[in-house]
Structures are given as C-alpha cells and as structure tokens.
C-alpha cells in the first residue's frame, strides 16, 4: 500500500527529486498568479519583494525573484550549502521565475474572495513549497540569509526568517494596507500546514497497541489471518507491577475493523489503542527513501 511521495533509490531518485523540485516550482508559480499578486497579497521571502515591487513599477514579478536571487544564490553555494545546495536552488529558482512570467498572461484569478484565497492560496503554495523540498531543494531568497544569519550570527533559522519577514510585511501593510497584511500571514499559515503535511507524508496508516492475556494467540492471529507483522515490546503494569508483553501492528485504514474483530474473538478483554500513524515506510507500505545525490 504505497500512500507517500518517496523517491526510488540511486540514480532514479535523484531523477525523482528534481521532478518534484520541478513540479513544486511550477505550483508556486502558478498560486502566484492566481491568488497573490492578482489580491496584492505577499507571501514572504524574495517573492513577496516581488510583488511590491509589480504594485509600485509594475515591473514582472518573475524577473524580480530571478534577480534578487542572484546574489543570494552566490552566498548559498559560497558560504551554506555547496554544490548540491547551489544545482537544486538554481532549478527551483529558475522554474519558479520563469513559471510566474510566463504563466502570468494565461491564468485568470479565480476568486476576490479573501477566504477563498486563504485557503485555496494557501494550499497550492504550501504543496508547492513541500514538493521542492521534499526534493531536497529550496526556493532561495531569505531561506539562503536565515542560514547564513545562523550560522555566522548564531540566530535561530526560525528567528531569522521571522525577522526578515516581519520586514517584508511591514512594507507591504505600508503599500497595500493592514488588512492584505492579515490575509498574508492567514494564508501563511495554511500554507505552512499543507507544507508540514506534503513534508511527513501522505500516509493513512494506523498503529495499534494491544495488551492481552493471550498474546500468542493474538499474533498468531493478525500474522496469519491479516497478513500484518507484529512487533512484541516488553512492558509491564504500572500499577500491578506485572510484565506482559504488548503487540505493536501496523495496518492499513480499511484494515482496522478486522483487527479489532480479531482481537475480540480471541480476547474480548484485550485493551487496544490506534492511533494514526503520520508516515509509514517499509514492507508492505512505501519503500524507503532513495540515496543521497546531487
């Protein structure tokens, strides 16, 4: 059951991984064109700089992002990631910027809606942004100066990007007014949820811990009437102080249903815990992720 973005191993991998870099950029671009700077709304970063600068000069937001790239490109490769850091950026750099000028004459705004746009706005950003860097790469701008910022300051990565981009807000609120502002950082924050998401994983798994009197037959069981592996841990009774063991299993959605029907037929009594298992990689579920490359 493969319900997760991992990339294949070796060379096919890296593949793999510039296509999402690829495809990441392109979803950028195109939340870009439809939800932000048609809304003068800004994202953060160099893109946001962009689109204040479209509203003032009215000069191409994807020309902007590839300049003021540039230099920062330069001091990532330089000074905070290498080659690879370098190779990946630039891609994603050069997709995105191209990806926003060229698209821009071809796609009409969908919505003025300022919930529409949070929402919708959000999540084609945030699975943008989460495709590129589950590719292992970045969309440069000030993700390149909070890395420097930590590394030769000693800021926090996280302390550094808010800095820069509390900036960049307090422009746009100058050019566009306080309320493009609150749905800039609204829609920041769906956006950085959908990333969170695209980032662990689109897996629908589910974990179970079952504790019961007759484990054996309870493995016995879900080994050769589910199919699912089991995992023995060793625990014991916090209040009785007994040791018993407790089966770890991890199974599939539609699966869950017979689990519990298995574990009350062979122990009606057996205490079951499932929870929603975030990613899950291995046998019978998403293989592992590929090797690193350039």
Partial sequence: ???????????????????QIVVGSLLVAAGTNLFFVPNNVVSGGVTG?????HHLLRTPVGLVVLLLNLPLLWLGWRFAGGMRFFVRTAVSVVVLSLGID???????????????????????????????????????????????????????????????????????????????????????????????????????????????????????????????????????GGYTGERRPVLYVVVAPHEVGRLKRLVAQVDPAAFVAITPAQEVLGEGFAPHGGEEGS
């Fill in 102 to 236: 060229f698209s821009a004459p071809f796609l009409v705004p969908p919505t003025h809606d300022r919930l529409l746009v949070i929402c919708y706005g959000g999540l084609v950003d945030g699975l943008g942004m989460g495709l590129v860097f589950r590719g292992r790469g970045t969309t440069g701008g000030t993700d390149v100066l909070a890395r420097l910022a930590h590394r030769y300051l000693g800021f926090g990565v996280g302390q550094a990007l808010l800095a820069l981009n509390v900036a960049i807000f307090g422009a746009a609120a100058f050019v566009f007014g306080a309320e493009a502002v609150m749905v800039a950082l609204a829609l920041a924050f769906v956006s950085a949820r959908v990333l969170d998401l695209v980032q662990a994983g689109f897996s629908a798994a589910r974990s179970a811990l079952i504790i019961s009197s007759s484990p054996d037959l309870v493995r016995e069981a879900v080994l050769g009437r589910l199919g699912r592996g089991v995992t023995i841990l060793q625990g014991h």
């Fill in 49 to 53: 700089i962009s689109i204040i600068a």
């Fill in 1 to 19: 059951m493969r319900l997760s973005l991992v990339a294949p191993k070796g060379r096919a991998g890296v593949v793999f991984d510039y296509v």
